[in-house]
């Protein structure tokens, strides 16, 4: 047995514990295998990367971005200067990086067997790897509570700076059938069944579970493609995980699609499994208006009651149509290493702030959005902005 063949199973074995978006199948299907490294110590491990900003910076991946970038306008109030200078000075920077590629999942495998002192060493050994190769940041990103909590405690005592990213919206799945749920969900929000949250009669709504696609449904590689470019057109997501996403031979996964009788799938969810969790990452629609929502929460719940999941992670983005319908939010911790000590006081300075912001813009959303009946995040449960946060679609 080779080396990198060893490294393989070690990954898979650690990772089985893990989202599905940190396994060594996930890597290789975003073809970002290669370029990938898996840092040991004792029982623990993490896949590292290097992104060089000068080449297309993926949005979601690069810390900079998330930090100046164009959706973080709303969090920059008076910074705007500053944040240019950043960008400006990090242009030509390389990043290291701990997350999936397309993703959005990081954190150590194996790190609820491993010591404080494994994770350390992993630490130091991730420093040291970002230094070898010339890293000027090193990001460990999309990393949560309780999964994540010796990680980011790890990361922390090791000087890196800990920071609000984004928020995660999750839906634990308590109900016997869809019709507990509605009744949880509450007389307030009786409007969400009707208008175009009830399907269309004449409409043929598929379930596909095994492996490879019917015909009417191998045009949704395609349609997936096209919705996904909109969030990050300058560095997409290759066709070639949409295809194997939706084919299902690499990972698990349950394909949901609606299509007008005697015609191809016109809309499309494909949903990763992994133990009783769903991954509701990815859609695809030539009729987003009149197919998404019908997908993404009665469908999808019922799929997930019938089949005995316990949860469905939605992910970020739309989080006030999640929070309404039943979600809780939870924040995406990020913690930030700047080595290039030219860039670490703005840099630092600025993403401190940005994220101060954001922690008070999603306790908004909380205050604003969650049902009363679930608790808020610690994080979020403070003061929030009050009055600043817009309905969003819905």
Not at 311 to 325: C, D, F, P, W
Not at 346 to 360: H, I, N, P, W, Y
Request: hydrophobic share 40%.
């Amino acid at each position: 047995m080779t080396t990198a063949v060893r490294q393989l199973r070690c990954w898979a074995e650690l990772a089985d514990d893990r989202s599905p978006y940190q396994s060594p199948q996930w890597y290789t299907a975003a073809g970002w295998l290669p370029g990938t490294r898996l840092l040991t110590a004792g029982p623990a491990a993490v896949p590292v990367w290097t992104l060089h900003r000068d080449r297309r910076p993926h949005y979601f991946h690069d810390p900079v971005e998330l930090v100046t970038g164009r959706r973080e306008e709303p969090f920059l109030r008076d910074d705007r200067e500053l944040a240019g200078a950043v960008r400006r000075a990090t242009s030509g920077a390389s990043v290291l990086l701990t997350m999936s590629p397309y993703g959005y999942r990081g954190g150590a495998l194996g790190g609820r067997q491993a010591s404080p002192a494994d994770l350390a060493e992993l630490v130091a050994r991730m420093l040291d790897h970002a230094t070898a190769v010339g890293a000027s940041i090193v990001a460990s990103h999309y990393l949560f509570d309780e999964d994540d909590d010796a990680w980011l405690t790890a990361l922390t005592e090791a000087g890196g700076l800990r920071l609000v990213t984004g928020a995660d919206a999750v839906l634990e799945v308590t109900w016997s059938d869809l019709a507990g749920y509605w009744r949880w969900l509450g007389q307030s929000r009786r409007s969400l069944r009707r208008g175009r949250n009830i399907p269309d009669q004449r409409l043929e709504w598929e379930v596909t579970e095994t492996a490879g696609l019917p015909e009417a449904q191998r045009g949704i590689p395609e349609l997936l493609g096209r919705y996904a470019t909109r969030f990050d057109p300058v560095a997409p997501a290759p066709d070639s995980l949409f295809q194997e996403l939706a084919d299902g031979y690499t990972l698990p996964r349950t394909v949901l699609s609606v299509r007008e009788p005697g015609r191809p799938a016109r809309s499309a969810a494909v949903v990763l499994r992994h133990t009783d969790t769903l991954y509701a990452k990815f859609f695809g629609s030539g009729d987003p208006r009149a197919d998404y929502l019908p997908l993404a929460y009665p469908r999808l719940i019922s799929y997930a009651i019938d089949r005995g999941f316990r949860r469905i992670e939605y992910g970020g983005g739309s989080h006030q149509a999640k929070l309404m319908r039943g979600a809780r939010l939870r924040p995406c911790w990020g913690v930030l290493f700047v080595l290039d000590q030219r860039l670490r006081s703005d840099l630092e300075a600025l993403a401190d702030r940005v994220s101060a912001r954001k922690q008070a813009y999603f306790a908004d959303l909380v205050q604003s959005w969650q049902v009363d009946s679930l608790p808020a995040h610690p994080a979020f449960a403070g003061s929030g902005l009050h009055g600043t946060s817009s309905g969003g679609s819905q």
